[in-house]
């Protein structure tokens, strides 16, 4: 149940994009995506609901493929507060749905350096 | 200030002496979750509470109990601890509106059983 995210790790300079991938193998609510900081609690990013829709957060926004169970999160011209752990959380949907449980990934590390 | 508090944040204890983990929201929120998160495995489910009175297991409840007599506490019992619960527990809190469960976390509780 858990998703797969993909790249495990990602290194950046400043001002270089970067694309996250999130896959599930069952059919998705909603997909939730989490930044934590070495040392700090995750921090909320944004929410896709099923539906195919992108949403965008200042240069960071992300898209939901309902259909291919997949979502994407899009760093653009990434700055330094970037740098951190970003997580896919998922909720499933469909038949066997169980809204308020969520599985997350096992996270991606992102580096930006100067 | 809107927040989430967990008691203690950190603590070392021995095998089978029960203990309890606090966790407080002022935000009103009707949903609660608390998580662990070991190295690699991204964060688990424990337990999840979708409002007063009703709990439901997540992804590894085994050895965890919780209680919701209160929307604003929600915390978190073990029994007869294990060195493998020793993790980094987080609860968070969401409204949620319209099916968007936008979790704020709370600062963690660092667990060590010897």
């Known amino acids: 149940q858990q998703p797969v995210q993909s790249p495990q790790a990602v290194i950046l300079r400043e001002g270089e994009d970067a694309v996250i991938n999130c896959s599930s193998s069952k059919a998705l609510y909603s997909v939730h995506w989490y930044r934590q900081k070495h040392g700090e609690a995750p921090v909320f990013l944004m929410i896709l609901l099923k539906g195919g829709e992108q949403k965008g957060h200042d240069k960071i926004s992300a898209s939901f493929n309902e259909k291919k169970q997949q979502s994407s999160l899009y760093l653009t011209a990434s700055q330094l507060s970037y740098s951190g752990t970003y997580f896919c959380g998922t909720e499933i949907g469909g038949r066997g749905s169980t809204l308020g449980r969520l599985y997350f990934g096992r996270g991606t590390q992102l580096t930006v350096w100067p | 200030e809107a927040q989430v508090t967990q008691n203690p944040r950190y603590l070392i204890t021995v095998t089978g002496k029960k203990l309890t983990v606090t966790c407080s929201q002022n935000?009103?929120?009707?949903?609660m979750s608390w998580y662990r998160q070991d190295p690699g495995l991204g964060l688990r489910q424990i337990y999840y509470s979708m409002n007063v009175e009703v709990t439901d297991k997540g992804d590894v409840p085994e050895g965890y109990k919780v209680s919701r007599k209160e929307k604003r506490n929600f915390p978190l019992i073990l029994e007869s601890p294990s060195p493998n619960q020793t993790s980094l527990y987080f609860c968070a809190s969401s409204l949620p509106d319209r099916g968007r469960h936008e979790q704020y976390f709370g600062p963690g509780t660092r667990l060590t059983v010897t």
């Open positions: 935000m009103n929120h009707e949903y």
